[in-house]
């Protein structure tokens, strides 16, 4: 019996030194393989567990070796090396307090150990990593979380909990590509890991494919039914999908005090949401520009690129709605970041619209000035002028003061040069135009507004101003 044992031994040790071979190539499977045999010859060896939870973690499979490095120090409590791989496993997996007892022990047996020294202050940086994160996710400080994990990677590569911590905070940064990433490589290694599920969800909730989201967060809840933070999204994803569906049903339906209630509703769901509430701002916008409260319209979709301000459509909501408001200048703006980012015909043209009437802006406003709207008629236009010669003509204002007759003599020149160009076709169609009124011949600086007042009222001789009371007046013929 005894030589039957003490062969075997010599064949572990055989396996063992293969194993060391391999190990020393790089090659950890096969080292791993014959470690086994090792094993298998002589299970109650502490250095072949050992030796073995080393292949592992070299592998990075830090679970499996934790199970060998444990086994290695209850075979022999004074296993050096063996408390090292055991606190090195759990400190990979991110149990800092459990590489912290474990590191303790292998100093308590050699003091001087230079590696267990390290690796304690790594575990204990950890611990330190772990409490700042915590207190910055409270704060919403999700860059100083992402920093403090990335930190705590570095020692704990193997950590599930930080990877998904940080992939949740890279999520809430907008980070969305790189917070899939890690969710992903997660769900490769364990395609039922809850956290995992609800992170990949939460991405898709914030780039609005709301659908799909909740799909992900009750995959989530099914692995997890308690999953907290699974059963708010997917509460909030419903209704948020539901109250924009409303809206849009309202607002298709034309009736837009219902569509705007309901997306107001949709906003207060989850302030959190940035695309999706860009989008619901722009849709309030819309309402509120079909029920002409254009400055609310303009205030909606300011929010929206504020949320996003990439969305070409909040900019061109907003653009229509400068327009409206004769805001050329904010309108021309709107445009030109819009072309800059899609160059299109149709924007091209929206945008030399704008301009064109940023120039007419910048002129006198004949309309204005004879207090007409643009599409008013020969008639409409004869009668303002009557009404605003008369208002202001100088005779009228003689006993005045020098400094009133003064601007009444201006606005009754202002009103004569409006009369002009509105009520001859040609001038009118150019005006309308944007075009400039000094070229073929239509030079303004020659005109004389007494001689069109004359014109229009028959000639010289053919009225007065006459007094009829302190400071009236009436027309009176001749």
């Known amino acids: ?49 050992g030796n073995r939870a080393a292949t592992l973690m070299m592998l990075g499979r830090f679970r499996e070796a934790l199970g060998d490095a444990q086994q290695s120090v209850r075979l022999d409590d004074s296993f050096v090396r063996g408390h090292l791989r055991e606190g090195k496993c759990h400190l990979s997996l991110g149990n800092a307090m459990a590489a912290c007892r474990s590191f303790q022990r292998a100093l308590e047996l050699d003091h001087k150990n230079a590696q267990a020294q390290q690796e304690f202050k790594n575990a204990n940086a950890v611990i330190e990593y772990e409490k700042i994160a915590e207190t910055d996710f409270e704060k919403r400080d999700f860059r100083k979380v992402v920093f403090c994990m990335d930190r705590a990677l570095e020692f704990a590569p193997a950590c599930h909990r930080f990877k998904i911590l940080k ?7 907008g980070r969305y590509p790189e917070a899939q990433s890690v969710a992903s490589d997660i769900l490769r290694m364990d395609s039922t890991n809850a956290d995992a599920l609800y992170v990949r969800g939460l991405c898709l909730y914030y780039e609005d494919c709301i659908e799909k989201a909740v799909q992900f967060f009750v995959q989530a809840l099914r692995m997890a039914p308690d999953h907290e933070k699974a059963c708010v999204a997917c509460r909030n994803a419903k209704a948020l999908k539901a109250k924009k ?32 509430n860009a989008k619901l701002f722009c849709n309030r916008g819309t309402v509120n520009s079909k029920l002409r ?10 929010n929206a690129v504020k949320l996003d301000d990439t969305y070409i459509k909040a900019y061109l909501r907003r653009a229509q709605c400068y327009m409206d408001t004769e805001q050329y200048e904010e309108a021309v703006r709107d445009y030109e970041k819009v072309y800059q980012t899609e160059k299109t015909k149709e924007h091209k043209q929206l945008l030399k619209n704008a301009q064109l009437e940023l120039k007419k802006s910048k002129r006198k406003d004949y309309y204005k000035i004879l207090g007409v709207d643009k599409n008013a008629s020969e008639d409409e236009i004869k009668k303002a002028y009557r009404k605003r010669a008369l208002m202001h003509h100088p005779d009228r204002h003689s006993g005045a003061s020098a400094e009133v007759q003064k601007e009444e003599e201006k606005k009754f020149k202002e009103v004569g040069e409006a009369f002009t160009i509105l009520s001859d076709p040609k001038k009118k169609t150019r005006y309308d135009s944007g075009q400039d009124l000094d070229e073929e011949g239509m030079n303004m600086g020659d005109f004389d507004a007494n001689n069109i007042f004359k014109a229009f009222f028959g000639g010289p001789g053919g009225f007065s101003f006459e007094a009829s009371g302190p400071g009236n007046f009436f027309f009176q013929f001749g």
């Open 1 to 49: 019996m005894w030589k039957l044992l003490r062969g075997r031994s010599r064949e572990a040790e055989s396996f063992k030194e293969q194993g060391n071979a391999y190990y020393a190539k790089k090659d950890y499977n096969e080292a791993y393989n014959y470690y086994t045999k090792a094993i298998d010859m002589c299970p109650k060896n502490a250095s072949y567990y």
């Open 245 to 276: 569906e409303d809206g849009n049903k309202a607002f298709k339906e034309g009736n837009y005090k219902l569509a705007y209630e309901l997306y107001t509703e949709a906003l207060g769901i989850d302030p959190n949401n940035i695309k999706t």
């Open 293 to 302: 409260k254009l400055n609310d319209a303009i205030e909606d979709c300011t």
């Open 167 to 173: 992939a949740e905070c890279l999520a809430m940064l």
